[in-house]
């Protein structure tokens, strides 16, 4: 069904997203038609709904999103990862010196998956998918609510400032939860009202019954929508909801983790690999890849090699030799030169291992049990619950080190779980945001003389927190120039 979709879309694609202005209200989901005809049954919703998951990715010629920029836009910026040096690929996004006519971009791809899913929702609604059973319909339904409540959860961290800034009172992003015309201008909401819209389509996926309760490789299930849940909880402060979900996670979904002896391998594309991924981007083929423009091949020695672990987390992690995530960490062992500059220094996080002989071919891990378990600890310290917050962090703490001293209750606090999210989520884009939404401070280094694996950045990008304006995009220039309504609500510190 993804070749299906993408060989009728790919032409179409590609000529809006050259278009100036409004790109994202210009991609159409499925077919250069509307809505109501190219969803005629229920086989052309269910190659809708694969796109979704296209989408969430991108390909080589489309990588605004989960195919490496959200990836690496949650590391960069924060103190654990690095771009290698000028002129890569992240190296703009880790150098936060960009203005609103030239700052990355995460919009016109997440606005189109989001348009995907309402058009899949609204040709249900209007009958369209007549041919299916209820149960079908419910299915197909939970999916595309969830997968629109991620993107609105996604560009809300990117455009707006975390929601304990000022209860969500700032803006956010514009909810779009129909199909709109391209010359729609919608304005943005808050992040209350964002969040808002999250929280009820999640609800609403959940409530349906129609997703699967049972493992559903590369495609999201009930219990990832529940993790998702509570993840979103959790960046609105509203820490019982989220333990409480997580909990539910952890006590009752299929997933297990990976034991020490598996850690290292369970990042390859295998059955070990599947044993805690709630859910991942599966990339079967040429097809499905994001090719050299991917997460996988920029972090790769023998790829573009662009971005790597910054000294500080090399040495925070080394602390412990016998911490087995240690053994993602690589130095260089093919690039000459690289071999030359960092000699033995472990700087590549290989979570993307060669599948099948090609690291393009490498899974993308959206969620997995081992964050949640993460979750748990955190919402159950931010409620005091400190035999909670201690019995969940240690479960992940004694995975990496089984024969390592527990931590206590007294020293199960959030900064001492932040450090393990650090040490467990590498590479796996959540060190920005978990200090933007937490109030910590982002060190990279603060003098000439402890620039350590850095080359040089502005000063006001070498230590910041979420005051600092650049922790936010700008929207998208070519949006503000069209959309009037969105002039007006450019973020402070980019202009009018």
Request: glycine residues 6%; hydrophobic residues 40%; aromatic residues 10%.
């Amino acid at each position: 069904m993804r070749k299906i979709y993408k060989s009728i879309t790919l032409g179409i694609m590609l000529v809006a997203l050259s278009a100036c202005g409004n790109s994202w209200l210009n991609l159409d989901p499925s077919t250069s038609t509307s809505s109501d005809k190219a969803i005629v049954d229920y086989y052309s919703a269910t190659v809708a709904l694969n796109g979704l998951y296209d989408g969430i990715q991108g390909s080589s010629s489309r990588v605004s999103y989960y195919a490496a920029r959200m990836f690496y836009t949650g590391d960069v910026r924060g103190d654990d990862m690095q771009a290698r040096t000028q002129g890569m690929r992240s190296s703009s996004t880790y150098e936060m010196r960009y203005t609103q006519d030239n700052a990355p971009v995460i919009w016109a791809i997440p606005y189109n998956v989001i348009r995907r899913s309402n058009n899949i929702l609204q040709a249900i609604e209007n009958g369209k998918v007549a041919d299916a059973t209820a149960e079908q319909l419910n299915s197909l339904k939970s999916e595309a609510l969830a997968i629109r409540a991620l993107v609105h959860f996604d560009l809300c961290k990117l455009y707006g400032v975390p929601y304990s800034v000022d209860n969500g009172a700032s803006l956010g992003v514009p909810i779009v939860i129909e199909p709109i015309g391209v010359n729609a201008l919608p304005k943005r909401s808050t992040i209350a009202e964002v969040y808002a819209q999250v929280i009820s389509d999640l609800k609403e996926s959940l409530d349906l019954g129609g997703l699967k309760t049972t493992k559903n490789y590369g495609y999201v299930n009930s219990w990832y929508v529940k993790a998702l849940l509570s993840k979103v909880y959790l960046y609105k402060e509203d820490n019982a909801q989220a333990l409480a979900l997580a909990e539910d996670v952890l006590k009752n979904s299929p997933y297990v983790l990976w034991t020490a002896e598996e850690y290292i391998d369970g990042w390859n594309t295998n059955d070990t690999g599947r044993k805690e991924m709630l859910f991942e981007i599966i990339n079967k083929n040429s097809s499905d890849w994001a090719d050299r423009e991917g997460i996988a091949y920029l972090m790769y020695e023998d790829g573009y090699a662009d971005l790597i672990a910054t000294k500080s987390f090399i040495d925070m992690l080394g602390a412990d030799p016998n911490d087995v995530r240690n053994g993602i960490l690589i130095a260089p062992q093919i690039n000459e030169d690289l071999i030359e500059q960092y000699g033995k220094t472990p700087i590549f996080v290989n979570k993307f291992p060669p599948a099948n002989g090609d690291v393009r071919l490498n899974s993308l891990p959206m969620m997995r049990l081992s964050e949640v378990y993460l979750i748990a600890a955190e919402a159950a310290a931010k409620l005091g619950k400190s035999d909670k917050a201690a019995e969940y962090l240690n479960i992940i703490h004694l995975r990496a080190n089984p024969a390592a001293s527990p931590v206590s209750q007294a020293d199960a606090t959030l900064d001492r779980i932040s450090v393990e999210r650090r040490k467990e989520l590498v590479g796996e884009g959540q060190r920005f945001f978990d200090a933007m939404r937490n109030n910590e401070t982002i060190v990279r280094y603060t003098n000439q003389n402890d620039m350590q694996l850095h080359y040089t950045l502005i000063p006001e990008s070498q230590k910041f927190d979420r005051t600092y304006f650049r922790t936010l995009f700008p929207i998208p220039i070519d949006e503000v120039n069209v959309n009037p309504n969105l002039r007006g609500q450019q973020n402070p510190g980019y202009g009018s």
